[in-house]
């Protein structure tokens, strides 16, 4: 087959989720609707974290940045394949899907260390509650939010780089509703093996490393709700962290899920629904998890719509 190397007039076929045409209109409401709640919930999260007085606090903080990371991680992916549908164009051109690939890993790298950095500050919480607002101060807040953000700019620019140096043949179809870099090389026509070697490296580091850390966290305020002689006192140390828990379980449960769909002998397809659950799902149940969960997020949530009804009267 004739090789070339992808210029700008290049395009990419996003085959979707099904080739059924009957079904379409079906998959657009359902997706519009996702990502609406999606858009919905974690701006309202922001919002009142951003207004109550009582919220101002590290872990709301990580909390709030966690829900914008939300919104722009389904923003990658959602509305273009709802255009692609609508439009029933499943075009994507080169440079399009190289910005889709990289904020896709920017923005999924952020999750997965924004959540790493609340496991700690639940920790530090549970752990030494009495030296918590010495330790997790506002200085340090900020910077292991920037420092996040770094890392996850390196890498993604880093993996964007790597992957310019890829041609491929005239005809690409992605089987996939997004532009996913692990399937893309997948049909590349020139060697892949350097990129093959730092996507693992980066799932080691930005899967393996933050999921280790998280689990030695809750290994050791684990052991402090233990050690906490009353019943009520184990439940509000426990209740402080178990919105957290849910959704670290909820997300690395899906991405895992996701990964082992993908090393299994499944269609690439069903590899693409699979995912739907880590890249779409996930973020829309992040802000039901903890409006539901948490007691402090939900007085503020009454305070919020309260506030909202004296205006009107």
Known sequence: MEQENITATSIFILLGLSKETDIQPLVFGLFLFIYLVCITGNMLIILIISSDAHLQTPMYFFLSNLSFTDICFISTTVPKMLVNIQTQNKSITYEGCLAQMYFFM???GLDSLLLTV?????????????????????????????????????????????????SFCKKTEIPHYFCELAQILKLACSDTYANDVLVYCVTGLL????????????????????????????YKAFSTCGS???????????????????????????????????????????PFIYSLRNKDLNQALGRFFHSIGDRFR
């Open 207 to 234: 899967g393996i490393i933050p999921l280790s850390g998280i689990l030695f966290s809750y290994s050791k305020i684990i052991n402090s709700i233990v050690g906490i002689s009353s019943a009520r006192g184990k």
């Open 118 to 166: 609340m496991a700690y500050d639940r920790f530090v919480a549970i752990c030494h509650p009495l030296h918590y607002m010495i330790v997790m101060s506002p200085h340090l807040c900020v910077s292991l939010l920037l420092l996040s953000c770094l890392i996850c700019l390196a890498y993604s620019l880093l993996q964007t780089l790597m992957f310019l140096r890829v």
């Open 244 to 286: 957290h828990l849910s959704v670290v379980s909820l997300f690395y449960g899906t991405g895992l899920g996701v990964y082992l769909t993908s090393q299994m002998s499944y269609t690439s397809r069903e590899g693409s629904i699979a995912s739907v659950m880590y890249t779409v799902v996930t973020p829309m149940l992040n």
């Open 106 to 108: 920017f923005f999924s």
